[in-house]
């Protein structure tokens, strides 16, 4: 008898891939959504007692197709099927859709999936719930639950994602080098801004922290596809270097710890060695990129086995490639922390006071301004930019950690 355990891993892998080559064959995402799920159903029912097959992606591509031609003619018995030649160049053998997904159409198959996900026309929040639906297969139940949203409002943001898809007409063929390198830069956008949600989740919110983890899945799951890219090799290495410090970042109480005081030993070094090998290989490249950089920046925190090993002036001099790669006051104001390090807090306050009017609403901003007007023993200051802070607080969390900014101004 098959292990679950590893049927509910080997549909999981699977569906990417699967749900690709449907969605090539069927070209529309309910169809192709609805076709995988009846294939997982018959692999549930089967696999147990027969065993998996050789290839089980191919398997649910071809049982998938066969129930999907099955419910569209028992739905549509007035609309013809398109002919063969014109939606797909799948066999029905399943050697040679094992031997297909070897090659260009399994990678664009993925790709374009993982595309039309983030296609312009849909917002963010959009994305990324079309994304963990179509992609990562999580319920809407259990999307809604990481997004701190109803259900039924859940459902109908996928369902206006797909109806904006549909409406914008998007193209199904295989597509060019230049698509292809514009496409990954979309999917690698959409894949950290799922990250950013996980990673932003406090105590509490386990389910919106298994977003980090989805990420880092979509993250290997492109690295496969794509193995000498390095801004994907800098993007996975950056999450993970990230995600490493989790377990570190909040106390008993719930209460934000800096990365100076957080305890190292509690941090994933697993994670770490493979974000670390990541980033060096893509560094050996040459073609630096964003992702790569704040990746290198991560590396140098997690290398530091103490606070004080920090090489702050190498995470400055990143911080000032990554601002002619990517200009943002964001970066401007993550580099003066660098600064204030290096050279002082005056020096760091002249580079964060001119950022006031693009990040006058930034919690960040008005936290830092506040920790650097302590250094710098101006009080009063300093307690009104915190006071600030607070009012932009995003969670429970990030207030309190003011809050004791404050009283320690105060007790001082």
Known sequence: MTDPAWIQSALTSARPQAVGALLRYFRDLDTAEEAFQDACLRALKTWPHKGPPRDPTAWLIMVGRNAGIDQTRKTKRLTALP??????????AEPDLAERLDGADYRDDVLRLMFICCHPALPASQQIALALRIVSGLSVRQIAKAFLVGEAAMEQRITRAKARIAAAGTSFETPGAVERSERLAAVAAMTYLIFNEGY????GEEAKVGLADEAIRLGRLLLRL??????????????LLQHARQAARFDAEGEVILLDDQDRSLWNRKMIAEGLALIDKAMRHARPGPYQVQAAIAALHARAAEPAETDWTQIDALYASLERLQPSPVVTLNRAVAVAKTTGPEAALAMVDPLEPRLAGYFHFHGLRGWLLTQLGRQDEAREAFDRAI???????????IRKQIDSLLAG
Request: net charge negative; glycine share 8%.
């Open 200 to 203: 932003s989740a406090g105590p």
């Open 226 to 239: 794509f193995q000498t890219e390095p801004e994907i090799m800098g993007l996975t290495a950056l999450m």
């Open 391 to 401: 009012a932009l607080a995003g969670s429970l969390a990030e207030a309190t950690h």
């Open 83 to 92: 002919d063969e030649e014109q939606i797909s160049d799948l066999d029905d």
